[in-house]
């Protein structure tokens, strides 16, 4: 039966649907399993240890007191960004050149955990650096030789002293994503960092206690640490283990691994709808010889098992295609994501391709053996008659089975709860909603046109009766449909939003450069400056550091926030601003802006709001150099960030602010080949800092690019996926429409009477899933971006016409494909065809 069924092309589709399936969730699969493998392997290369203390401020020293005690290793390094100066090597008498670089100063013990690699110029080749800078040298980054004009041997300012460039810098696994990082790094010595004069009261530093030892010690000085950390609530201090290496590197990888997932699992819904589509109709074409089969005397358990059999050959063989194919794909994946994996990653385990072919297995077993199971349980004479009585009730249960199975697959491919949560309730509610809706609709619509005040027309008042004749069947078509569309709207929106999100360039003029640390006395000399230069509209903001302590009376306390990002908020300093008006990238979604007031008020950013659990009207509590400044919050403001303008999270009336100590931060647009204007302004005022955003706007990019591609290359399973349902679900009908366009022609129906019938009904059918398929994309588009992207989802009300449009095209050339026929042949003929 196997062999027959399969020359008759009865399999082809379950196959197809079945190793699409599979190879979407095996790409990802493999990826991941070798991305987690890489990750637990390098992690304590990853941060230099196995353990971190990271402060704001000179790391307690009890911290290595306890460590020493435990006898492990330590090291120290000290992050901070400055500005290093150089006179161009091919003439001394040159205008200093001045780059902000990120400092790093280590002790002689680091790192702990992997080695650093160093090279004797840009392209010569690298080596372990064996040590840390030798005394007077300090190693830099090959973009800061670029930057500075100068080549390994030349002299460097660091502060007031000159040191000089003994190497570069080829592999430094611990930097991290921290937007300091995104400066070209220079490595010196951290007992010649206080003869710089860098580090001084108000200095941003990070400072770092690196540990390493046994796994037992490490373990007890992390119990220790954490005591004093969180049981201490000591404030500006972090802990990162093992587990956080590269927290930045991983929570990139993560937003493209939930992604690439959410991907894969749409494709496996798809697969699903098609799957049981195609089963369906097997079932149906299959009915005829099940009967026969029975009437000789063969057993309900024995066609039973003859069907299982036959499936469970072909999920195996689907499964076994599907994980090589998916074994391809995920190096497909990984060429795509390129230098955003930069370490060298084991090979996959054996787990995916297990989990692969179970999914197909649960897929094929839950989705198509539920149409064959009453065939199987019914007498024989009544499956001859079609008379299914209560038995369409055992496969409704079986679909229940196989919904419920198939939604624990979602959960374990997801990897976590929340993603495969909401996809798969996504999934199980919109079946359940667009087939109540489906058959509520065509029972309404059928009365509607049958009505005597309605002129309706023969074609619409026919194909809504034969639509509401076999509800049934209807329903489920419709529901299929608005299945498959729903998830090719859903990938194309959160995809689209994702992308352009990622991909937002800036605009030809926007700000590429910053400069910060601007003094109250050097404010107007810097105004007049950039104005005789031609920089025009760079206007000084005020800067004001205060930290936030209490929200409505209650002390702010970083453990009682879940999120990270909260913690790490809540626990530094604010820079905050002072000023009457709106600014022009800012527009209030909640209160009114305070304007011109002597009384503190209070505009904050909509996502901090939500990230610290704060509203309009809740009082805050700042303390600014020691002083408490009380306000309400009377605004919140939504802000272009990518406007790359000078924006603050928190912005006051002058009066409550302008008697504090402010530095001064701006940014403007400064052309290509113009970079003497900064060179210029560093050299006349030595303590401002530089930030040109341009390299690390390009680094970004860089990232994003690759994580799209290969966003774009899984796409590509989905579409196919999605065509796959389409055909299933329009396919699905196909006799029953072939043999009631047979039947009117037989009765006198003229050509165009049968094909307005025909055009009538896919109207009806594509606009009523086309429109559930848009409505569910947007409900779960929204769902999914705020409870897992993390992102804000505008509504778009061009999904909706779209979907309809959709499906009615769908609709329309699937079903002009599949009875184009019937009106070209007799009417006997296409009776006994159907």
């Known amino acids: ?31 991941a399993d070798r991305l987690h493998q890489g990750l637990e392997r390098d992690a304590r290369r990853m941060i230099a240890s196995d353990f971190i203390v990271r402060a704001d401020h000179p790391v307690d020293a009890q911290f290595a007191a306890r460590a020493k005690a435990l006898d492990l ?116 010595r951290e007992d010649e960092l206080a003869s710089t004069g860098l580090i001084g009261y108000g200095s941003r530093v990070t400072y770092r206690l690196l540990v390493a030892g046994g796994d037992a010690a490490v373990a007890q000085f992390a119990a220790f640490a954490h005591e004093r950390v969180d049981g201490g609530k000591m404030r500006g201090v972090a802990l990162e283990s093992l587990q956080d290496g590269q927290p930045q590197v991983r929570q990139t990888l993560d937003r493209a691994g939930h992604f690439l997932t959410l991907v894969a699992l749409l494709t496996a819904l798809l697969a699903a709808v098609a799957i049981a589509m195609a089963a369906h109709r097997y079932m149906r074409r299959h009915l005829d010889g099940g009967a026969v089969l029975r009437c000789l005397g063969l057993s309900q358990g024995a066609l039973r098992a003859l069907f299982a059999l036959e499936f469970l050959l072909l999920g195996l063989a689907g499964g076994v295609l599907g994980v090589a194919l998916g074994y391809g794909g995920h190096w497909a994946l990984l060429v795509w994501l390129g230098s955003l994996i930069d370490v060298q990653l084991p090979q ?11 999914a197909g297995l649960v897929l094929l077993l839950g989705f198509a053996l539920p149409p064959l199971l009453p065939l199987t349980r019914v007498p024989p004479v009544r499956v001859l008659r079609r008379e299914w009585g209560e038995t369409a009730r055992i496969a409704w249960l079986a679909y229940a089975l196989g919904i419920a199975l198939f939604a624990g697959l979602l959960v374990l491919a997801a990897g976590e709860l929340k993603l495969g949560g909401i996809v798969a309730g996504g999934f199980a509610a919109g079946m359940l909603v667009f087939v109540g809706i489906a058959r509520a609709v065509l029972w309404s619509a059928a009365r509607i046109a049958r009505s005597e005040r309605v002129n309706a027309g023969i074609g619409w008042r026919y194909a809504l009766a034969s639509l509401e004749r076999r509800s049934a069947a209807s329903a489920l078509q419709i529901t299929a449909l608005a299945i498959g569309l729903m998830c090719l709207l859903l990938i194309a929106i959160t995809r689209d939003d994702l992308v352009a999100g990622w991909r937002k360039s800036t605009p030809p003029d926007a700000p590429n450069e910053f400069i910060i640390d601007i003094q109250a006395d050097q404010k107007a000399a810097v105004e007049r400056y950039l104005a005789s230069q031609g920089i025009l509209g760079a206007a000084l903001e005020p800067m004001v550091k205060g930290r936030l302590v209490a929200i409505n009376g209650k002390p702010v306390d970083p453990g009682s926030y879940k999120e990270d990002d909260a913690k790490r908020l809540v626990d530094r300093e604010f820079n905050l601003s002072y000023r009457t008006t709106l600014p022009d990238d800012n527009r209030i979604v909640a209160g009114d802006w305070f304007g011109d007031t002597a009384k503190p008020q209070i505009s904050i950013e909509e996502g901090l709001a939500k990230l610290i659990h704060v509203k309009n009207g809740d009082m805050l509590r700042f303390d600014v150099t020691g002083l408490p400044i009380d306000a309400q919050v009377t605004s919140v403001r939504k802000l272009d960030w990518g406007s790359f303008k000078v924006n603050f999270f928190v912005l006051m009336p002058p009066a409550a602010l302008e008697r504090f100590p402010a530095t001064y931060i701006t940014s403007f647009h400064l052309p290509t080949g113009r970079r003497a204007v900064i060179d210029g302004l560093i050299a006349a005022y030595p303590s401002l800092t530089a930030i040109d955003t341009g390299p690390i706007l390009a680094q970004i990019q860089r990232v994003v690019s690759q994580v799209i591609g290969a966003v774009q290359f899984l796409f590509a399973f989905t579409l196919t996926a999605g065509v796959l349902v389409l055909y299933a679900a329009l396919a699905g009908t196909r006799d029953e429409r072939m043999r009631e366009s047979a039947l009117l022609r037989a009765l006198g129906a003229s050509h165009r009477q049968v094909r307005s019938v025909q055009v009538a009904e896919f109207v009806a059918v594509g606009a009523l899933a086309g429109l559930m398929g848009a409505i569910g994309a947007q409900a779960l588009g929204v769902v999914l971006a705020t409870r897992v992207f993390e992102f804000y989802l505008d509504f778009d009300p061009w999904v909706l016409p779209a979907g309809v449009a959709a499906g009615v095209a769908c609709a329309g050339v699937g079903g002009w494909l599949s009875l184009r026929h019937v009106l070209r042949r007799p009417a006997a003929q296409s009776l006994r065809d159907a």
């Open 73 to 188: 290793k330590t090291a120290t390094t000290i992050i901070f960004a400055s500005m290093i100066s150089s006179q161009e090597a091919a003439d001394k008498d040159a205008q200093s050149i001045a780059r902000l670089a990120a400092v790093k100063a280590v002790t002689s013990t680091y790192p702990l955990r992997g080695a650093l690699r160093i090279a004797a110029g840009p392209d010569a080749p690298d080596r372990p650096a064996g040590g840390i800078p030798a005394p007077g040298t300090v190693w830099v980054d090959a973009q800061l030789l670029e930057a500075l004009h100068v080549r390994v041997g030349d002299p460097v300012e660091v502060g007031t002293r000159t040191f000089t460039i003994a190497a570069v810098i080829t592999r430094e696994l611990d930097r991290g994503f921290a937007f300091v990082n995104f400066a070209p790094r220079l490595m010196m």
């Open 1 to 31: 039966m196997t062999a027959r069924d399969w020359r008759a092309g009865e399999l082809t589709m379950l196959l197809f649907a079945l190793v699409l399936a599979v190879a979407a969730l095996a790409s990802v699969g493999f990826l």
């Open 348 to 358: 996959p385990s054996v787990w995916p391709a297990l989990e692969g072919i179970a």
